[in-house]
């Protein structure tokens, strides 16, 4: 656990108020989000975001300076204070162990209740080794009565903290999964009985926030940088919407500017008036006449001076005029030049360039631009030529967005509808035609094979027809191969299915018996212990108890008649072994087996039933070898080995039987010519004595067979 640091450096005390650093971030990348607040009851509180949570100040839980969890609707929850018991001592215990103040040894590990009866409690790591339980000796004590008294352990180790189940009930489940044991991660979620836990390892926890945190700080970074660009690529945008050679940075173009540079009033009043009238190079002015003198009585008195000064300059000025009159006029000057046509001519060449690198859409809005000016001036039909251009390479542009969204169908119908262009757009067109068929193909080709890997034929087949013939017969074969693989898994589902419904009729019926045998458990008890008549009034209490069980009825309706003709039978066979008449006594030993095993209980009567019949069987088959019937003789030997293996004498019997039987055989061949008859008896006695698998039995067989085909 890190050290607590003072309370200035969770609250902000004493930093810079400088623009670097961690304080130059924004107030939302420090701030702990209402959420996380919000849940701090639920979750440890890990501490948020931002340079305070790299030593875990950020976190109140922490180190225990959080206050009390507050209900939804903001009132404090009040609740009863019950009595102090003995029982709650381990769980005092258990929170003082767990209060942050206090000092610990042990990993920075700790177990959270997410859900259950202790929801909202935590337990630290008080050493290596730590139990969970109900029981008052464990670590960490729950009262979730539905966990075992010592359910798990956690014991921590150098490869991380392990946990054992301790052989609970319910079992132990980690992320959803039944284990019995496993390293834990931080994160993982432990369910026992009705309460489930999460391991939180804080060191974890830690470089997990402050992931984030970075992360945060460098979403808010790139934000930063791209808005910046978005405004730098707006600003050149705007320069370029108004006009490729303006430049909006000029300061020709900004109003302030010009404010300072006024035309002067004289200037532009000169300008109005008009521009001053020049006849030519070395031209004179001739100034305006001034209008006479107002009281003209002075023009009367020039003297003949004064006249001959005028009259010479009058001279003076026709000579000149007439100089200037008759001297040739230079060329007039050559007429302004119009913007319009220089600057069509730059649009048209710059169109040209645009048609060169394909830039067609570019080439059309130059001669528009140009046609504006000068109509007609696109007399080699450039703008037309280039607007066809454009629709082609729009069109192969529509095809190529058809083809990446798979509409294949489409893109051929659109490429199909071009038109023909250049020789160049010409082999563009090839080339997305070759492409198409391609994509076409790798589309449809993956379509099989995902609806193979989908076990789908009934997919499949329409989907065959639509590839090429020469990548049809791979699949098909596949198609093939799928086919025959479903149907013997359909043959092995039907023969499991058919054989769990056997179990299952089986498990039934095996429950059903079970049931029946519980229910004449008393009835059993009585016939056991030889009180036959009691059995008997057993069955009735039987009935009483399950009327509405037909099984039962029938079954205590078939007691009632067996166990009194059992009792019959069993008395008379006794009574003929007492007097030892073992001969006759078989065959009421016999029946008496034969209705104890109807009955169906088991006791040690049946052994001693077994036994006596062993020995009236081996008695009867002796004396029936004496008289000569030697297939009564080998019925009798036979079950008396049958009961009892270890029978010595019945084996014995079985060899002198077995001689006797050649004997027999030996006549029957002898006579089968003279008599048939009688040797056809003898072939059968021979058949019914000897024992199975024997030549003597193969070849009375035989023989009778052609005596009596």
Do not use: W
């Not at 080339?431 to 080709?445: G, H, Q, S």
């Not at 065959?464 to 693989?485: G, H, I, T």
């Amino acid at each position: 656990m890190p050290a607590r640091p003072p309370p200035s450096s969770r609250s902000g005390a004493g930093r810079s108020g400088g623009g670097s650093g961690a304080d130059s971030r924004p107030a939302r990348s420090r701030a702990r989000p209402s959420n996380e607040a919000s849940s701090a009851d639920e979750d440890f509180a890990a501490p948020p975001g931002g340079e305070e949570s790299d030593d875990g100040a950020g976190n109140p839980e922490l180190y225990g300076d959080a206050e009390p969890p507050r209900s939804r609707t903001d009132e404090t929850r009040v609740g009863s204070i019950p009595e102090s018991r003995e029982e709650d001592a381990p769980r005092r215990r258990d929170e003082e162990e767990d209060n942050s103040e206090s000092t610990r040894a042990g990993p920075p590990v700790q177990m959270l209740v997410l859900a259950g009866p202790d929801r909202g409690r935590k337990k630290r790591f008080q050493g290596v080794r730590m139990v969970v339980g109900r029981g008052k000796d464990c670590d960490f004590l729950l009262d979730d009565q539905s966990v075992s008294r010592r359910h798990l352990e956690l014991v921590y180790g150098q490869s991380g903290v392990v946990m054992r189940d301790l052989g609970s009930i319910s079992g132990t489940q980690v992320n959803d999964q039944r284990v019995d044991e496993c390293v834990l991660k931080h994160g993982d979620e432990i369910s026992i009985g009705k309460t489930r836990l999460r391991f939180v390892d804080e060191a974890e926890q830690i470089k997990e926030l402050r992931a984030q945190a970075e992360a945060r700080e460098e979403e808010e970074k790139r934000e930063r940088e791209e808005s910046s660009k978005e405004r730098q690529e707006a600003r050149k945008n705007a320069g370029a919407a108004r006009g490729s050679d303006v430049d909006p940075s000029d300061p020709r173009l900004n109003e302030a500017t010009n404010a300072n540079y006024r035309i002067p009033e004289e200037l532009k009043a000169r300008n109005d008036a008009g521009p001053t009238p020049v006849r030519g190079k070395g031209a004179i002015a001739i100034p305006r006449p001034r209008p006479p003198a107002r009281g003209g009585g002075a023009s009367g008195g020039m003297d003949s001076k004064v006249k001959l000064l005028v009259g010479v300059g009058g001279g003076v000025v026709v000579l000149l005029m007439l100089f200037l009159l008759l001297s040739p006029s230079a060329p007039p000057p050559p007429p302004p030049v119009d913007p319009n046509v220089e600057r069509t001519r730059l649009l048209m060449q710059k169109a040209r360039e645009s048609v060169r690198a394909d830039d067609y859409a570019n080439a059309v809005r130059l001669v528009e631009e140009a046609e504006k000016l000068i109509p007609g001036v696109d007399e080699e039909g450039l703008g037309r030529a280039a607007r066809k251009e454009l629709e082609v390479t729009e069109s192969f542009q529509a095809v190529r967005a058809m083809m990446d969204s798979q509409q294949f169908d489409e893109a051929r119908a659109k490429l199909k509808a071009t038109p023909q262009g250049t020789a160049k757009t010409d082999d563009t067109r090839r080339k997305l035609e070759a492409e198409l068929e391609e994509r076409e193909t790798v589309f449809r080709v993956q379509q099989v094979e995902a609806a193979l890997a989908a076990r789908d034929p009934e997919q499949v087949r329409p989907l065959l027809d639509r590839l090429p013939s020469l990548n049809r017969p791979a699949f098909e074969q596949k198609l093939a191969d799928l086919e025959a693989e479903l149907a013997k898994e359909a043959t092995d589902d039907a023969r499991r299915d058919r054989a769990a419904r056997e179990r299952a009729a089986l498990n039934a019926k095996e429950q059903r018996k079970l049931f029946i045998e519980e229910a004449f458990i008393d009835v059993e008890r009585r016939f056991n212990g030889g009180d036959y008549k009691r059995a008997v009034l057993e069955c009735d209490r039987v009935v009483e108890k399950y009327k509405a069980d037909k099984d039962v009825r029938d079954r205590a309706r078939s007691l009632q008649k067996l166990i009194p003709q059992f009792q019959v039978v069993l008395d008379d066979a006794q009574r003929k072994m007492q007097a030892n008449a073992l001969e006759s006594a078989a065959k009421p030993l016999r029946r008496a087996t034969e209705l104890y095993r109807q009955i169906g209980f088991r006791g040690s009567l049946g052994n001693t039933l077994d036994e006596q019949l062993a020995t009236s069987a081996l008695a009867a088959a002796q004396g029936q070898l004496k008289k000569g019937d030697l297939a009564g003789a080998a019925l009798n030997f036979r079950e008396a080995l049958r009961l009892n293996p270890s029978e010595g004498r019945a084996r014995d019997g079985l060899d002198a039987l077995q001689k006797k039987v050649e004997e027999l055989y030996m006549q029957a061949y002898v006579i089968k010519d003279r008599d048939p008859q009688m040797a056809a008896e003898k072939f059968k006695v021979v058949i019914e004595t000897a024992s199975e698998g024997s030549d003597v039995k193969r070849k009375a067989e035989m023989y009778l067979g052609e005596l009596q085909p």
